[in-house]
């Protein structure tokens, strides 16, 4: 006779959850200071989707991205997720994301395993292979490290399998590639094909070129 729950199936590093979501905005103005950083910008993202924020710096890129996350207050306008406005529906919306920013976020004096345990209690409904995912990235070797230790490209490749193992539709990626050679771009560029490929969404503020197979919405912010 069997008691308790049954083990979760694990998905390997390259199989994708089937997802289906939608991300839009309506007359959204935003100002800081005495500046206006954009004024009643509308976007509609399906899944399997890429927003590609472009501009100079400084030109509110970074605040898109943290208003889209209800971060920044907004002067006008609304941000839906899936048709349902995100100030009524903030804890389902904020448990469908993952930001990776341009700073890290991780912990220099915990090792690689204890910041993503972190992420593990906080998603427990992931069903991503751990194992497969570090290999994936290339750091199975550093999980007993402290993150301090690490170069800048190790801990964003960790910073990297925090957001795979999120297991969310709606990844927001603040200058993924910072701190990355060209192999690890081109990790980037497919692992996010990938999530796309299953329905997720992605919105991602960039300056390199970015070369991804899959529906592109571009806002160019001045």
């Known amino acids: 006779m069997f008691y308790g729950f049954p083990p979760k199936r694990r998905r390997s590093a390259t199989e994708c959850k089937v997802l289906t979501a939608k991300l839009s905005a309506d007359n959204l103005t ?15 993202l399906e899944g399997g989707g890429l927003l590609l924020l472009e501009g100079r710096n400084g030109c509110g890129k970074t605040s898109l991205m943290r208003a889209i996350a209800g971060m920044l207050t907004l002067e006008t306008g609304e941000i839906y997720w899936n048709d349902v ?106 692992l996010v094909e990938e999530h796309l490929g299953g329905g997720g969404l992605c919105v991602m503020a960039a300056h390199q070129d970015v070369n991804i197979d899959a529906p592109v919405t571009k806002i160019r912010l001045q």
């Not at 935003?30 to 509609?44: K, P, S, T, V």
């Open 30 to 44: 935003l100002i800081r200071g005495e500046r206006c950083l954009f004024e009643g910008l509308d976007f509609a």
């Open 85 to 190: 406005p995100v100030l009524k529906q903030r804890q389902t919306f904020h448990g469908d994301l993952v930001w990776l920013a341009h700073r890290t976020g991780l912990k220099g004096d915990l090792n690689m395993l204890e910041n993503l345990h972190f992420e593990e209690c906080l998603r427990p409904q992931s069903t991503r292979d751990p194992e497969e995912t570090y290999l994936r990235l290339g750091i199975e070797r550093l999980r007993r490290l402290p993150l301090r230790s690490l170069s800048a490209g190790q801990q964003r490749r960790v910073a990297l399998a925090r957001m795979l193992l999120a297991d969310v539709p709606l990844w927001l990626m603040d200058e993924p590639f910072t701190n990355l050679d060209r192999e690890g771009r081109d990790l980037v560029m497919e």
